[in-house]
């Protein structure tokens, strides 16, 4: 896949593309996480749709920029802006986690740019964070709490958290995940995230919106738990679940195979249903 790092919103942001004359599919990332959170599915992928992966800003490659506002409208509109620069009318939004939320903010906000939605392990319902830790984050130097508290996590441990089958860690993975942990500069952004982010849609926005979603859940998930899968297939009005056994909140790393055959599927029968009502 080519990589290029493009100037949008005044901020850079990194993006990995291979272009086909096929339908354009979009993958946003979660939380603490990058464009690699989709490596297992991707080269796969890339043989079905123009695939386009990119890093949010305060994110994997990406700027981390002290001057974007780190919010969920921000980010909805940086993903229409990216579309803007690579010319694409339209496209099917995939996310992870975090990335869920954008997907569905770009959903709402735009319904007319979004084939489908895609949500794997979503978040969903998250309030907005404690007006005390918010008014915290404005004291000088407080990035340097947050550095010096991800700098204690130990990596394996996340990992072996997100992940049902532990056996699919590998140096590579933690080099990975812990590469970021390593800037200062990541901290900063993590800092504005917190002060700036809202809380994820309510169930009366997620009622409005219409495009029809797949869901993928690990049944084991433990960051993002099954329920929360469940009441979001509720909320949304044309949505439909799936849920893998002996995955975790990293489900397209361990039922890669699964997941792309899913999403296949539901864009199949999404465009067969198109075809019909004609």
């Known amino acids: 896949m080519k990589q290029e790092t493009i100037r949008v919103l005044d901020v850079d942001v990194y993006c990995e593309y291979e272009w086909h004359n096929k339908p354009v599919m979009i993958l946003i990332h979660g939380f603490l996480s990058s464009t690699y959170s989709f490596s297992a599915i991707t080269p796969e992928l890339s043989k079905h749709y123009s695939i386009l992966a990119l890093d949010l800003p305060g994110f994997g490659q990406s700027e981390k920029s002290e001057t974007f506002e780190y919010s969920f409208k921000q980010y909805r509109q940086l993903i229409v802006a990216v579309m803007d620069h690579f010319d694409i009318n339209r496209a099917h939004l995939v996310g992870h986690s975090m990335g869920g939320q954008v997907a569905l903010s770009v959903a709402k906000a735009s319904p007319d740019r979004v084939n489908t939605l895609m949500l794997l392990c979503s978040s969903g ?50 080099d990975t995940y812990t590469k970021p942990l390593l800037d200062i500069n990541f901290h900063k952004s993590l800092t504005r995230l917190l002060r700036q982010r809202e809380g994820d849609l309510s169930t009366e926005e997620l009622q409005q919106i219409t495009v029809p979603s797949l869901l993928i859940w690990g049944r084991e998930d433990e960051i993002v738990p099954l329920k929360i899968g469940e009441r979001l297939a509720d909320d949304l009005p044309n949505a439909q679940l799936e849920v893998f056994d002996e995955a975790g909140h990293l489900v397209a790393d361990e039922r890669p195979n699964d997941v792309i055959k899913a999403m296949n599927q539901f864009i199949e029968n999404q465009q067969a249903g198109a075809t019909s009502s004609k």
């Open 125 to 174: 319902y998250l309030k907005r964070a404690k007006t005390w830790l918010r008014y915290s984050s404005y004291m000088p130097f407080f990035y340097r709490f947050v550095y010096r508290y991800f700098k204690r996590k130990d990596v394996r441990n996340v990992l072996e958290k997100v992940l049902y089958r532990h056996e699919l860690i590998t140096d590579e993975m933690m």
